[in-house]
């Protein structure tokens, strides 16, 4: 039987449970830029939740939505059913999306979903298109994409990998960390788009026509907060154009 106050029962992700249960940091409640412990005491929340609470804690304008929404009808099934609001917001991201290239949007509920699925997307908009041989997913090291079997495939986290077989088709180009050459840097650093090209050396050992996609961090996180070098995610862009090779972002 579970202890009622015990913190033993829920295993913490990406945590070292025994230290943190030894000495638990609680989050109570939260407004604006502060989280408010236990005790009272005030946080500053400098990573914004997970960067997944950037307009403040409890908005209020959000607050109330979901209380006006959760009040009306708290789901709908997606599947062979739906809401009027997720077209809406789908027509309404569309809108605010940066070319009219954008068309169409799928839904998820985190990161590690909407990466496994958007590479999912990826293999099967090639083999709709009949290029079959198109099977390979390309990432980059030190990328973080998520704990999925997808994601941590393309990430280049080692640690991460140690306990899984992962997905087989699947290759890595360098990362842009560089403490030689971008140490102090401000803003994006001025050297280091010629690091893109290494998905050239990727493209050369198994030919364009194995790869299906690319994923990369625009800003990667979760390894560190990597900056792309100026010219670095154009570059990229220029080569999977060039290539017939989907980029994800
Ligand atoms: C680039 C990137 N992809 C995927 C994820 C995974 O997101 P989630 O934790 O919502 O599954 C993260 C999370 O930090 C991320 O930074």
Redesign the pocket.
Same mark, same amino acid.
């Given at each position: 039987m579970a202890n009622q106050n015990s913190l033993e029962h829920l295993w913490m992700p990406f945590s070292a449970n025994r230290d943190f249960k030894s000495s638990p940091r609680l989050m109570n409640e939260g407004e604006g830029m502060y989280y408010k412990k236990q005790d009272g005491t005030p946080v500053l929340d400098g990573t914004a939740g997970?960067?997944c609470c950037n307009a403040g804690h409890a908005n209020k304008k959000i607050v109330n939505a979901i209380r006006e929404q959760a009040s009306k009808l708290d789901f709908a099934p997606s599947f062979q059913m739906g809401h009027p609001l997720g077209f809406e917001a789908a027509q309404k991201l569309l809108q605010i999306a940066p070319s009219n290239d954008f068309q169409y949007v799928f839904f998820t509920n985190?990161?590690?979903?909407?990466?496994d699925t958007a590479l999912k997307i990826a293999l099967g908009y090639q083999q709709h298109l009949g290029n079959s041989d198109k099977t390979i997913l390309v990432g980059r090291n030190r990328a973080?994409? @998520?704990?999925g079997f997808g @994601?941590i495939s393309v990430g280049g986290l080692a640690y991460n990998k140690i306990h899984f077989s992962l997905l087989n088709n699947v290759d890595h180009i360098c990362d842009t960390h560089s403490l030689e050459k971008n140490a102090f840097s401000k803003g994006q650093p001025d050297w280091g788009k010629e690091l893109a090209d290494d998905l050239l050396r990727v493209i050369e050992k198994h030919g364009a026509d194995q790869i299906a996609a690319f994923i990369t961090?625009p800003v990667a996180?979760?390894t560190g907060v990597l900056v792309p070098p100026k010219g670095y995610l154009e570059r990229i862009r220029e080569i999977c154009t060039e290539h017939n090779i989907l980029l994800i972002f």
């Open positions: 997970l960067w985190s990161g590690s979903e909407s990466v973080y994409h @998520g704990v @994601g961090e996180g979760s």
